[in-house]
């Protein structure tokens, strides 16, 4: 089981510019979610996936803020223009989600996005 | 300006001996609860979890006690080893059936193993 995959593991980018990150889930985990961790504000839900499909965003910063899941195998949260505040450690997660009951996220390794 | 980062609650506890992390839950409709660890340059990692109608679950080395007349949650660790040092977090689904787009997260415990 090779786990939750994100990538890059770093970025340092110049405020204003894009960021990309990426997930691939766990394979037949049918829920993605994506988190951010700060000192300040601890693990933060962005948004979540199910089968596909963006079922609440609601913890998306602003408009800066996009995430997308084309296919079961892959997601995207990309910022622009990004800013130094965007500095953090951005969390995928994956996770089978059941009508029977919830079942525990597994967590990638993170990707930490330095803004200057 | 300088920020202040936010202090997390240390136990520090010597090699060998048990641990115990407490976690408090206000929604007492919250039927799920999930207990991680994360360690320094890694994501949270899945330890145990528990759902609302046990009051005990054992695992590895671990039980998490839940008592939902107070609220309350607690991870222990048996004969605690440098390798539990890490950052303990608990987490519930904030509401009866609720979606785990509503997993909250505790803001964790720092655990310290003295050897």
């Known amino acids: 089981d090779a786990g939750v995959i994100q990538s890059p593991r770093h970025e340092v980018t110049e405020m204003g510019q894009e960021v990309t990150l990426r997930c691939k889930p766990i394979s037949g985990h049918n829920s993605l979610f994506w988190y951010r961790q700060t000192m300040m504000r601890g693990l933060e839900l962005l948004i979540y996936?199910?089968?596909?499909?963006?079922?609440?965003d609601s913890g998306m910063p602003e408009d800066r803020f996009s995430a997308k899941m084309p296919n079961a195998s892959f997601s995207t949260l990309k910022i622009q223009p990004s800013e130094p505040r965007d500095s953090a450690v951005y969390f995928c997660?994956?996770?089978?989600?059941?009508?029977?009951?919830?079942?525990?996220?597994?967590f990638g390794n993170g990707t930490r996005l330095t803004v200057t | 300006g300088e920020s202040v980062g936010l202090h997390l609650p240390t136990l520090s506890v010597q090699e060998g001996d048990n641990s115990i992390i407490n976690c408090a839950y206000s929604n007492s409709a919250s039927d799920y609860f999930i207990w991680y660890k994360q360690e320094s340059g890694k994501g949270p990692q899945f330890i145990i979890d528990?759902?609302?109608?046990?009051d005990k679950r054992q695992g590895q080395r671990v039980t998490v006690l839940l008592n939902k007349t107070v609220k309350h949650l607690s991870l222990q660790i048996a004969a605690t080893q440098p390798g539990d040092s890490a950052v303990y977090f608990c987490?519930?689904?904030?509401?009866?059936?609720?979606?785990?787009?509503?997993?909250?997260f505790g803001k964790g415990t720092k655990l310290s193993v003295k050897p």
């Open positions: 528990i759902r609302s109608n046990m």
């Open positions: 997660a994956s996770s089978q989600w059941r009508m029977e009951g919830n079942s525990p996220l597994h």
């Open positions: 996936f199910n089968n596909n499909v963006p079922i609440d």
């Open positions: 987490a519930g689904v904030g509401g009866y059936g609720g979606s785990q787009g509503n997993l909250i």
